[in-house]
């Protein structure tokens, strides 16, 4: 163990606050989407699988090894993706924090498998250009990591199809700022799509239902 | 009588839709009861819900405004509480009378292998409608969504909004890539038998079921 008691607790504190304030912000819903930070070159902390954010407790957070996810120690069975975060991890040196989650704007594109453009210098210095995405897999499964992995070379975000987004940074505050300014960019894209396909100059909600409608409606 | 928790589970509930902006006219809100269901009175929308505003029903209930309620939890032991809401993007799915197919796999888990839009606002068509799905539309209205508890009732509308977000915005940005029926399927089962048990019999002890 290469790291300290005092290091963990502190750790599993952001592990337990990192999945509220998920849900204060908006971040996803329910149980899903999780979070992991690295405890040393081998291990991490993960979230675990299948309970809600508010009940959540520090100690229940397992740690994983980053070489062999099937070994896990202390805390509740770990997060079936917690694959995903371990293959970031090992791939990864300077990352010392993952989230997954499944944002609204983030989702739209997607469930579209679009790339995201670079929509900012912002989203530029954070994300390290446009966010591809990943091939789908269903959850935890071997596809699901490898097209992860796949969409995350030299980026710090990427889509998962029809499932959510990944973020990883050199810490906590990192991922979430790169998590925000992914739902952000994302939307202001279906803004300008919208302007485009309607050739209007002002966007709305309005505007995208009565063109939906007009394109969908029975 | 009412029991408080269940009262204070509805009040809260009531809460959230209205700060989510999934509230309109005509919202329901409603839970099981030891004698039938409790639900927020016709008169009276989320944002101004109190304990006062609560009336308790018989499942058998013909009253016009909550017989389908009463309906779906007679037809669904499971279901534990129903929602009607208004989220502007699932209103516009329902307004389109479209069906949200298969966009996410978080809503093949929770609301189902797709999200219909029924017929007409009939007990019989909205029944019909939830059949084998969490979740149904009501044409030019909002979405009825049903849970073992409040929480999951609560989080499927939020899961039909965002798959709403996805269906809708998909129209400009060149339509969506659908999840296949059989892998949908077996997201389906594996939440509703396994992912989600435990976490949803430990929220049912909170709400006071």
Known sequence: ?218 | MIDDKIKETVLSYAAKVVAEGMSGRGDRIAMRTKDGFCVNDASVSLDALTEEGLVELPLTTEDKEYAVIGRLFSKRPEVHAVLYTHAPFVCAVARAKATIPAVLDDMTQIVGLNCKTCKSATADDLVNGLKKRNSVLVPSGGALTVGRTMDEAYTCALVLDKASHAYVCGSVLGGNKLINCIEAKLMNIVYQKKYSKVNQENISKREGE
Request: charged share 25%; aromatic share 6%; hydrophobic share 40%.
């Open chain 1, 1 to 218: 163990m290469a790291w300290t008691k005092e290091e963990e607790l502190r750790l599993r504190k952001v592990i337990k606050d990192s999945g509220v304030n998920l849900l204060k912000e908006n971040l996803v819903q329910g149980t899903w989407g999780n979070t992991a930070v690295r405890l040393d070159e081998d291990h991490m902390l993960v979230t675990p699988t299948g309970l809600d954010y508010v009940a959540l407790q520090p100690e229940d957070m397992p740690v994983v090894q980053i070489s062999d996810t099937s070994v896990w120690s202390d805390g509740k069975k770990p997060t079936s993706e917690r694959k995903i975060h371990a293959a970031i991890m090992a791939d990864r040196p300077e990352i010392n924090a993952t989230i997954h989650s499944h944002p609204v704007w983030c989702s739209v594109l997607a469930s579209a498998r679009i790339e995201l453009p670079v929509m900012s210098d912002e989203m530029q210095k954070l994300v390290g250009g446009p966010a591809r995405v990943g091939a789908y897999g269903l959850p935890g499964t071997k596809k699901l990591k490898e097209g992860t992995v796949a969409a995350m070379k030299d980026r710090n975000a990427c889509f998962m199809a029809n499932h959510g987004v990944f973020c990883a940074g050199k810490d906590m505050d990192e991922a979430f700022e790169i998590i925000r300014i992914m739902e952000k960019s994302c939307r202001e894209y279906i803004k300008q799509c919208t302007l485009k396909m309607t050739g209007q100059l002002e966007y709305s909600d309005e505007l995208l239902f009565d063109y939906f409608v007009s394109k969908y409606g029975r």
